[in-house]
């Protein structure tokens, strides 16, 4: 199949409204590519799939972000496994196209000047989605506000909340000055960007800070508004003291807030304050959705499950032979279905080739050699505790003992801390500990530095996805939808997406059962069972079988855990009615 591109870098942003409705998405992190290090983990990533995917289907959608002069940051790691971090090197300049337009945004009574940076991506046929920047990094500003857009979850509460009124008053004002509010709809990925709907509170009232808000002028916001919240425990929900709000915004405008009702005692909380202003609202799996629910029981949230953009995460190896025998499988992610006529031992082949493209990345960059005939087992994520890094190493005897009966095993992590997590920093340390003990039994390898180029190689090279969340806290989880793309089944805590995506034998293994909370001597117990019992003997001596659930992989979860499908929902059942201004969404 061939396209011929129109040239999208002559398309100008301020051109954006040429159409009757368009979806405004905000993002504090968008991750679009390791050269755009604007994002730190799953939810910059799911965001940039999201919307890839939108510009591959046609949907009009625009996106704003804060551009991150340091990026996230660059993890270093010395033999004990200690974390440093140093600020990452890249040139805005190098890779977006900079907008005429700047706009001024009021924070702690002074001006800040904000200019834009865009990137435009290019959908399959010719669909665009323009990406917005937002950058504080000029002259005109004081030095404590042009660092307001240098860090991303750097800083403290005040900082983090200047960055929020950049992000929600300063997005909402720059679309007005392209020239786009009033046909569009907003999209709130994660409370971060709550304040957007105070800017249009504003703008529906025709003054800064009123005085007085009817309820219809809150309906009317409402009308415009879709909230995606992420968040499945309450310690994770972004708030600020009233202090500082009314600092930052100023008494009049931290009035209107405090009569919205979106505070809680002493704080505003920036979910309460987008869940009041939203017509629809949804968590991103089932499980999450439920457990979002009874959080916001005055509310009535739904779900639309994560997924994640298939194309961008299929190895070559893999998208080489999808091309060959379900050509569509990248216009439509349902084609994957399909996979289910490829020959297992095309499968086999395409994979191993992906395990040797990653084993080649890592000895380039740690002079490791892997063994290409090892099962070789992944686990990266963002190293924080829930996560729990550490639980497969509870019983180092026990994993020493399956590697001497079972067949040889190695282990690939990968995974940045917070700069400020000292007990996601521990975790690290304990992987590194963990592989000392190992040594000379199995060979277990952290990675420096995880990302998205990293992410590719891993997601479709190992043979198998580790995943040990600590339930609830996982509300999806993205990077086993990645592994399943690439026929990698998951063995996996049955939380988040998994309670979807799972079954048993066919597309991974469970660990534990499918409780709302954790069992963890159940979960460590089936850990090790399935590895010993189950996944690595039908590795080494059924190797048939074993390709067999790579394919059930790709047939079953890469057709629906795909973000063309999550969009398309989103389309359907929030865009698509508030947009037609129907009533609010089920229960
Ligand atoms: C996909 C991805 C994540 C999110 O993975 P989870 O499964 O949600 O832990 C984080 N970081 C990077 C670089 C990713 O590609």
């Excluded at 940051?73 to 971090?85: C, K, S, V, Y």
Aim: net charge negative.
């Amino acid at each position: 199949m061939s396209l011929t591109l129109p040239d999208f870098s002559q398309i100008d942003v301020e051109k954006l409204g040429d159409r009757e409705e368009a979806i405004a998405y905000f993002s504090m992190e968008i991750g679009l590519s390791a050269e755009i290090p604007t994002y730190s983990g799953g939810l910059g990533v799911l965001a940039g799939d999201t919307l890839r995917a939108a510009a591959d289907l046609g949907m009009p959608m625009v996106a704003v972000t804060l551009l991150y002069g340091n990026g996230y940051f660059t993890q270093h790691l010395d033999a004990q496994g200690n974390q440093t971090e140093t600020p990452v090197e890249w040139r805005p300049e190098d890779v977006l196209h900079p907008v005429s337009k700047r706009i001024t945004v009021e924070i702690e009574g002074r001006k800040v000047h904000v200019r834009a940076w865009r990137h435009t991506i290019k959908g399959i046929f010719g669909g665009h989605v323009n990406v917005l920047f937002l950058d504080t990094d000029l002259e005109e500003n004081d030095p404590g506000d042009r660092a307001l857009t240098r860090n991303l979850y750097g800083g403290d509460r005040r900082y983090r909340l200047c960055q929020e009124i950049l992000l929600g008053l300063g997005g909402v004002e720059l679309l007005h000055d392209l020239g786009l509010d009033g046909r569009l709809i907003y999209h709130m990925n994660e409370g971060h960007s709550a304040l957007l709907t105070l800017g249009l509170l504003e703008r529906q009232v025709g003054e800064s800070a009123p005085a007085q808000v009817e309820e219809d002028d809150v309906e009317a916001v409402r009308d415009k508004c879709v909230f995606t919240t992420h968040t499945p425990v309450p310690a994770g929900h972004d708030k600020f003291p009233w202090e500082l709000v009314v600092g930052a915004l100023g008494p009049e405008r931290a009035r209107t807030l405090q009569a919205m009702g979106c505070g809680q005692a002493s704080t505003l909380n920036m979910t309460y304050l987008a869940l009041r202003f939203s017509r629809h609202v949804n968590g991103v799996a089932l499980r999450h959705g439920e457990i979002s629910a009874d959080m916001f029981p005055d509310y009535p949230v739904g779900s639309i499950t994560n997924g994640a953009d298939v194309a961008m995460w299929t190895s070559k190896p893999l998208a080489d032979l999808f091309d060959r025998h379900i050509p569509e499988w990248r216009q439509d992610n349902q084609y994957l279905r399909y996979a289910l006529g490829i020959s297992l031992d095309e499968i086999q082949a395409a994979h191993r080739r992906a395990k040797r493209a990653l084993l080649a990345e890592v000895e380039r960059r740690t002079g490791l050699r892997l063994d290409p005939n090892a099962f070789t087992l992944g686990f990266a994520r963002r190293a924080t505790e829930y996560k729990r890094a550490d639980l497969l190493f509870s019983d180092i005897e026990r994993l020493m003992l399956i590697a001497r009966k079972v067949g040889p095993l190695q282990i690939l992590y990968a995974g940045k801390a917070h700069p400020r997590d000292d007990s996601g920093k521990r975790m690290i340390r304990q992987v590194f500990e963990a592989a000392e003990r190992l040594r000379g039994h199995v060979p277990v390898v952290y990675l420096e530095d995880y990302d998205i180029e990293l992410a590719k190689y891993l997601v479709s090279g190992v043979d198998a996805w580790l995943n040990t969340p600590l339930k609830p806290h996982e509300a999806s989880g993205t990077s086993g939808m990645k592994a399943a793309f690439n026929g990698v089944p998951s063995l996996s805590v049955l939380d988040g997406w998994w309670l979807e995506g799972h079954i048993e034998g066919i597309t991974g293994w469970a660990i534990g059962d499918r409780d709302v909370t954790s069992e963890p001597p159940q979960e460590r117990a089936d850990l090790y069972d399935r590895l010993q019992r189950t996944i690595m003997p039908m590795y080494y001596e059924e190797p048939e079988d074993f390709a067999r659930v790579r394919r059930y992989c790709i047939a079953f979860n890469g057709s629906f855990f795909n973000t063309q499908r999550m969009v398309t929902q989103y389309w359907k059942s929030a865009y698509h009615r508030v947009i037609r201004g129907a009533p609010a969404v089920q229960a």
